[in-house]
Structures are given as structure tokens and as C-alpha cells.
């Protein structure tokens, strides 16, 4: 429940949004908590508390060691594939739908934000939605093989030439998408306002967007319960439940 005392910075924000030119939305791993899918970095209960990113998340794990990459994809891959969009997403679909938003830029892979009805969403960190074969290269649904995946530990393999199918998602020492970075560039540069919701802005280079907009002469909102760089600088600062926080501010456009 938000305390009483953040209801004129709840509808503050509302008023930011409402007489923005170009507002962008750039959402973390906190926007998808309330869904059910754990974060990376949170004390105790973060992926990275249990396995070292670079052992099990890396290109290099992936391509010598792919039992040990999807036995640890395994158990988020199932969190994810059944988890459905929490307020928080559907608040920022309703937002962009409504002609106040005109773009999410994500570093979550778990898609939560289509599934909600958000149409102009960029993945910077690519998503568990599709894959791609390493051998000729084409694409599928992740549906179409998850399921046997997580079911048996099945290795996912191409109907067509057998090789490895690797999830579209960027590992560490892979480079972020060059179109889907561009365009997330371009919207920060040409925002007036960007809210940042359920991200502590630490995983970089992601975490340079908001930064880039702050320079480009937008104004900020941080709604993130844990602390951020930006914090200071910040418009708005709302350190509460983002999915309690976006469904607020929206009533305030009504």
C-alpha cells in the first residue's frame, strides 16, 4: 500500500506525463518481481547470490559447455514462459495506448511487456521469445520447443539441420543489438521525460540510457525501491512497489 505522504509526488508525475512532448519508459528486472520472476542482483533472493553469471550465462558457457547454460536457463525459462504481466505492465501498455508514452526501453528478457499490450518495446537484452539456430541461422518460436525443454531437459535442437538452438538472449560477452541500441539512443535523446521503473540502473551499458536522456534535457522519474545513480537528479523519486506506483499514476489521467 502506497503511504499517504506520496500521493502529491503520485500526482505530480501524473501532471509530468500528462504535458510531456515525448515520454519514454525504461523499465529493469524490478518491474517483473511482482510476476514472479526473481532479479539478478537482489541480496539472497538474486540469480547471481546462487551462480556466477560468467560460468553459466556467458557466450563462452554456452558454446562449450550448453548443458550446464540450460540447466541453469532451465528453472527461469519455466518462471518466465508462465508468468503473466503484472499492473505495472499493464499500466504502461495503458500509457502508450492512450497517447502518453511512446516507447518502453527494457533490459527484461521475459516479454511481459508485449503481453501486456505495450506495442513500441525495445529489448535491449534480447528475449526468451524466440530462437536461433547456431548452424543456418533460422528462427522459431521458443513455444514450439520450451515445453519439452523444461519438461525433460531436452537440449533444443534445429528441425532442420540439428544444430543448437541458442535463445535470443544477449549473454555476457556478447554485444546488445545495434538496431534495438540505436533506437533506444534515439528515443532518449529525443525525450522530454523518461520514467524509469523497477531498474537500479547497474547493469550497464543499459543503465547509460537514462543518463543519455538526462543530458539531452529530459526531465526523470525513478520509481525503484533500492537506490539508483540518478537519484539526485531526479524529478520525481518514488522508492515504493512500481506495481502499486504505475496503476496510481494513471488514475490521475483518467
Known sequence: MIPESYNPQIKKAAGLIQSARYAVAFTGAGISTPSGIPDFRSARTGLWEKDDPMQVASLTSFLHTPERFFNWLRPLALTSLSASPNPAHLALAELE???FLKAVITQNIDDLHVQAG???VLELHGSLRT???TGCLRSFSARDFMPAFIDSGTLPSCPECRSLLKPDIVLFEESLPATTWYQAEVHARTADLMIVAG????VTPAAYIPQEAVESGAQIIII???PTYLDEIAAILLPLD???VLPAITQFLH
Do not use: F, K, P, R
Not at 199 to 202: A, F, V
Open 131 to 133: 530462437l536461433s539456430c
Open 118 to 120: 505495450s506495442h513500441n
Open 242 to 244: 512500481v506495481a502499486e
Open 97 to 99: 495506448n492512450s497517447g
Open 199 to 202: 531498474s537500479s540502473l547497474t
Open 224 to 226: 525503484n525501491q533500492t
